[in-house]
Structure formats: C-alpha cells, structure tokens
C-alpha cells in the first residue's frame, strides 16, 4: 500500500486502547506495632493486593518495589522511601501505588504536604488502592480530605481513650464502682452509680449459694438445685430489669462459670476488685486479661452480703476441691492414660454440645475406664448419658475399614481417571498459554496499525476497519480463555477431591485404629441418645 502525507490525512481518530504510560513504584512499609499484630498489614500481603491491582491495569508498568520494615509512619525518615524519592527525580518513576494512605504515613500534616504539593509538582500520579484514592480522578481532593480526616479522628480518639483510661483508674484506685452493671446481689445506688447497695430480692440467692457449698454441694449440684427451682440466673435477671435488652436472656440458666464467679468473688464480704481486664486504644492493643497481682483492690467500700468467715471457709473448700481434682489428674497422667483419637470430633445428637472424653481408674489399679459424656449432661440440659470409649472405636475401625475397602475395589478406575484428568489439566494449559500469547500478538498489531494510521501508510477507514476486526478477535479469544479457565478449575476440583484415594491406599488392611487414620478420612462423629453412631466421611461423595 502506498505511503501518504500527514497533511492530506483525515481527521485524526485517537486510538482508546489503553497501554503502558505510567511507570509504577510499589511502596510497603510495615511499623514495629504492626510487626506484633495479625498479618492483615504484613509487607507480603501489601505487595500482593498491590500486585494484582497493576495485573489488572494494562496502564501500569512496574519497575520497582520500595519496602520499609520497622519504621514508623509518623514521619518519613525512611530508606525505602528515600530511594523511591530519589527514583522520581531521576525520572524512573511517575506513579506511586501503596495499598492504604496508612502505609504512605500517619503523619497527616506531612502525607497532606506531599499529597497536596510535592507529588503534583512533580507530576506523579500517587493511587492508595483500599481508600479508593488516584489524583488523576476529579474527586481526589474531597477523598483525600476524608481520609486525612480519619487519621484526625483517629488520633484523637487515641487521646481520648488515653485520659479516659486515667480518670476510670483512679476511680478504681478511689473504691468507686465502675462496672456497666452491679454484681449480681447489688444494686447500683441511684443517688451515686459509682456505689453499690445490697438487691433485697437477689442477694438471698448468694447467701443460698455460699450455704449449699458449705454443705458440700459441687458446682454443678448447685447449677442443678438452682434451675430446677427457677431462681432467675444473672443475665435472666438482668433482663427481667430491663437492662438486658436481648430476648435471648430471658431464660438464659444458670452455669457452672456463674457459681465458680459468684463463691470467689470478693464483692460479697464488701471489697470491689477491678482492672481484671485492660483495652487501650491509645496504643491500639485489644481487650487483654490482668495478672491477680495487678487487680486494683477496694477494702470495705459497701455493705457486705456474706460474712469473712464464711467466705474464707469457702474459699478453703474451693482449694481443697481444686486441689483433689489436680490430683486425680497427675495421677491419671502417671497411669500412662492413652491419647484421645476422637478429640473434637464426637458431638452430641441430642444438645450438638461437644462429648467429652472421661477416665476412671479401676480400683486404684493400672486399668482405666475410659468414656464420653456430653457436657450437658451435668447440668441436666441434655438427656444424653455416656458411652464406652471401646465401643466407639469398635464401630468407628469396622466402617472405616470396610470403607478402605470399597474404595481399593475401584483402584483401576480411579488411577483412569487420575490420568485422563491430568491429561486434560496439562492440555487446557498449553492452550491457555496459546491463548494468551495470541491476545498479545493480537494486541501489538493493533498497535503497530494505529501507529501507521498517525503516519499515513493506512487511511482513517482502513485504520477503523482493521481496529474492529483486532477487538472483535480479542474479545473472541478473552471469551474463549474465560471458558478455558472456568473448564480447568473445575478439572482441578476433580483431581483434589479425587487425590483422596492416594490416601485410602496408604491405609490397605488396616489393623489398629489410630489418631492419623481418623484425622485423614472422618469429618465428625454424632453420638444420638439410643447409643445410634454416626459417621461423616471427609470424603464419602468423592467417589460415589
């Protein structure tokens, strides 16, 4: 085709495919807090969401990844930092990516310097993925302004949180109660909530409590004796008062955890022991359980319910109790008790309440009886008793074993179907493969017509022409890889859920049920009241 003038050219179309025009700095930065929390913000995840937003935006093109490890973001002393400021001076670099604005910095004033002032400057692009900010978009201004906002907000609410915590302390330090409500047996005094008043219809259920335990009453006779009376539990009582608003109290029972809380607890001979718990925001730490040693302790500061020798009587009950229940546990250690095979995976058929493995020596001797209850059962919310633990394996090992066995039988079909499986993984990835190499072909010839278009080797209806013929065979091929894709994961699927019988064949003629066998092909165990077992196979629908 003969090669044209510019000047005799039609009217100049622009082409809107989008290529590589922004040369792209990836920065991470991970402060010596974020180091001691969860991963959420690690230097990997970061790069990662990062990654995957430049995957998808053929408009970017990465050429370095800048990272700062234990530095924080208050001000911007950093290595990495300097090295990608250094990287945008020297003209390699004309778009910043981080994942969020807290990654860039905290220090509001200096992130709003840069963001406002030195970037557009310099004419970089700076894009913060999770806060949906890019200062090529018109309203980057109004979201950078929210999110600076936030980082205000934030510290603020630090501060905040900061002098609270002072002030609560020093109440507790003062003996002032704090709690959201009183302990159960108290009222808080309407003409001061920071003190408390004996409940004239609640405290005769502790002084009820404290007497059933001197008569030798354990936790859970005491939960029974409680609920079989009807005597409202704490949060049932709370409820009924209109301080819990949630229906699910209203007959919430009484627990073994109530009982333990309310015949140890101080509040009742007239001291409040706080501070058991610490949140700080101002140091960005969750709730958090105190050492004994550290509780803030208030010597009479209200009317007692339960007298001193009472109280410590109990408390030497209660240490006795724990004492035995140790001891019979060290014992049971030193009989060599065996190991738990079921752990976590027997539950209840009649509460869904996990069933819990118990031991019992035979007349002091080296013989164990070992059997699963529910937990329900001790406090009489559930009608299930107990099983043998040789029964359980008894029918658990047979239909493990037969289960082995049918699988073994479909050994040849199975290791076909391994084969034509990977056969066809491998053959939908080569032509992936094709598929995207011919997008990119595809892609670099319309390119080069859009380039002869600007020259005038091609017209503006040849140029249109040929445009509408390469996008309609990209959308074609995108279509095709979609299909390609779509057709592997789900042979992938097929060929996880068929590996499973590589782990059936490890386990051919088994002889001993064992705590490897149960953990690699059993997903739960239900137990039902009639002694009925049953058994859910991780596997069970793999095959048939």
Same mark, same amino acid.
């Given at each position: 085709?003969?090669?044209?003038?510019?000047?005799?050219?039609?009217?100049?179309?622009?082409?809107?495919?989008?290529?590589?025009?922004?040369?792209?700095?990836?920065?991470?930065?991970?402060?010596?807090?974020?180091?001691?929390?969860?991963?959420?913000?690690?230097?990997?995840?970061?790069?990662?969401?990062?990654?995957?937003?430049?995957?998808?935006?053929?408009?970017?093109?990465?050429?370095?990844?800048?990272?700062?490890?234990?530095?924080?973001?208050?001000?911007?002393?950093?290595?990495?930092?300097?090295?990608?400021?250094?990287?945008?001076?020297?003209?390699?670099?004309?778009?910043?990516?981080?994942?969020?604005?807290?990654?860039?910095?905290?220090?509001?004033?200096?992130?709003?310097?840069?963001?406002?002032?030195?970037?557009?400057?310099?004419?970089?692009?700076?894009?913060?993925?999770?806060?949906?900010?890019?200062?090529?978009?018109?309203?980057?201004?109004?979201?950078?302004?929210?999110?600076?906002?936030?980082?205000?907000?934030?510290?603020?609410?630090?501060?905040?949180?900061?002098?609270?915590?002072?002030?609560?302390?020093?109440?507790?330090?003062?003996?002032?109660?704090?709690?959201?409500?009183?302990?159960?047996?108290?009222?808080?005094?309407?003409?001061?909530?920071?003190?408390?008043?004996?409940?004239?219809?609640?405290?005769?259920?502790?002084?009820?409590?404290?007497?059933?335990?001197?008569?030798?009453?354990?936790?859970?006779?005491?939960?029974?004796?409680?609920?079989?009376?009807?005597?409202?539990?704490?949060?049932?009582?709370?409820?009924?008062?209109?301080?819990?608003?949630?229906?699910?109290?209203?007959?919430?029972?009484?627990?073994?955890?109530?009982?333990?809380?309310?015949?140890?607890?101080?509040?009742?001979?007239?001291?409040?022991?706080?501070?058991?718990?610490?949140?700080?925001?101002?140091?960005?730490?969750?709730?958090?359980?105190?050492?004994?040693?550290?509780?803030?302790?208030?010597?009479?500061?209200?009317?007692?319910?339960?007298?001193?020798?009472?109280?410590?009587?109990?408390?030497?009950?209660?240490?006795?109790?724990?004492?035995?229940?140790?001891?019979?546990?060290?014992?049971?250690?030193?009989?060599?008790?065996?190991?738990?095979?079921?752990?976590?995976?027997?539950?209840?058929?009649?509460?869904?309440?996990?069933?819990?493995?118990?031991?019992?020596?035979?007349?002091?001797?080296?013989?164990?009886?070992?059997?699963?209850?529910?937990?329900?059962?001790?406090?009489?919310?559930?009608?299930?008793?107990?099983?043998?633990?040789?029964?359980?394996?008894?029918?658990?090992?047979?239909?493990?074993?037969?289960?082995?066995?049918?699988?073994?039988?479909?050994?040849?079909?199975?290791?076909?179907?391994?084969?034509?499986?990977?056969?066809?993984?491998?053959?939908?990835?080569?032509?992936? $493969? %094709?598929?995207? /190499? &011919?997008?990119?072909?595809?892609? =670099?010839? +319309? @390119?080069?017509?859009? *380039?002869?278009? #600007? !020259?005038?080797?091609?017209?503006?209806?040849?140029?249109?022409?040929? $445009? %509408?013929?390469? /996008? &309609?065979?990209?959308?074609?091929? =995108?279509? +095709? @890889?979609?299909?390609? *894709?779509?057709? #592997? !994961?789900?042979?992938?699927?097929?060929?996880?859920?068929?590996?499973?019988? %590589?782990?059936?064949?490890?386990?051919?003629?088994?002889?001993?049920?064992? @705590?490897?066998?149960?953990?690699?092909?059993?997903?739960?165990?239900?137990?039902?009241?009639?002694?009925?077992?049953?058994?859910?196979?991780?596997?069970?629908?793999?095959?048939?």
């Amino acid at each position: 085709m003969a090669r044209k003038s510019r000047k005799n050219n039609n009217e100049i179309v622009k082409d809107t495919t989008i290529y590589n025009k922004y040369n792209v700095g990836v920065y991470v930065r991970l402060s010596r807090v974020d180091n001691i929390k969860e991963n959420i913000d690690s230097i990997e995840n970061q790069k990662n969401i990062i990654l995957d937003y430049i995957k998808y935006n053929s408009e970017f093109k990465l050429i370095n990844i800048y990272e700062d490890a234990n530095f924080s973001g208050t001000n911007f002393k950093r290595d990495g930092f300097k090295m990608l400021m250094e990287d945008i001076r020297k003209g390699k670099i004309n778009c910043i990516i981080v994942k969020d604005l807290s990654r860039f910095g905290r220090n509001y004033i200096e992130c709003g310097n840069y963001l406002e002032k030195i970037f557009p400057f310099m004419n970089v692009r700076f894009i913060a993925i999770n806060d949906n900010y890019d200062s090529n978009k018109e309203d980057s201004n109004e979201i950078l302004l929210m999110h600076l906002k936030n980082i205000i907000n934030d510290i603020y609410a630090k501060d905040i949180s900061k002098k609270v915590c002072t002030v609560l302390n020093q109440k507790r330090k003062d003996g002032q109660f704090i709690g959201s409500w009183a302990s159960y047996g108290y009222l808080k005094d309407p003409n001061n909530k920071n003190k408390l008043i004996i409940n004239d219809e609640t405290a005769p259920v502790i002084k009820y409590i404290f007497d059933l335990r001197l008569q030798g009453f354990s936790y859970s006779k005491i939960v029974i004796n409680l609920n079989e009376k009807n005597i409202l539990s704490p949060y049932a009582y709370l409820h009924k008062i209109g301080i819990l608003k949630n229906e699910l109290y209203r007959n919430k029972k009484w627990t073994i955890t109530n009982i333990k809380n309310i015949l140890s607890n101080q509040v009742y001979i007239g001291n409040i022991v706080q501070g058991k718990k610490r949140t700080n925001l101002s140091k960005d730490k969750k709730q958090e359980f105190v050492k004994s040693d550290e509780w803030i302790i208030s010597y009479n500061t209200h009317k007692p319910i339960i007298s001193n020798e009472i109280f410590y009587k109990v408390q030497e009950i209660n240490k006795d109790v724990k004492g035995k229940y140790e001891a019979n546990i060290k014992n049971y250690k030193s009989k060599k008790t065996t190991i738990n095979i079921f752990k976590g995976i027997i539950n209840c058929g009649c509460c869904n309440k996990k069933l819990s493995r118990k031991e019992q020596l035979i007349n002091n001797k080296n013989k164990a009886y070992r059997f699963f209850q529910c937990n329900g059962k001790k406090i009489k919310q559930c009608n299930f008793t107990t099983i043998n633990e040789d029964i359980i394996k008894e029918v658990v090992f047979e239909q493990l074993r037969n289960e082995i066995i049918l699988i073994n039988k479909f050994n040849f079909f199975i290791k076909e179907s391994h084969n034509i499986i990977n056969f066809d993984v491998e053959n939908l990835k080569v032509m992936l $493969k %094709d598929i995207n /190499l &011919e997008i990119e072909k595809v892609n =670099i010839y +319309n @390119k080069n017509a859009y *380039e002869d278009y #600007l !020259i005038g080797t091609l017209n503006k209806d040849e140029y249109l022409f040929i $445009k %509408d013929n390469y /996008l &309609e065979k990209i959308r074609t091929l =995108i279509k +095709n @890889k979609e299909n390609l *894709e779509n057709e #592997l !994961i789900n042979l992938e699927n097929d060929f996880i859920s068929n590996k499973c019988f %590589d782990e059936f064949s490890k386990f051919d003629n088994i002889g001993v049920l064992t @705590k490897e066998l149960i953990q690699n092909f059993i997903y739960e165990i239900i137990i039902y009241e009639d002694k009925t077992i049953q058994i859910k196979f991780k596997y069970k629908n793999a095959y048939y």
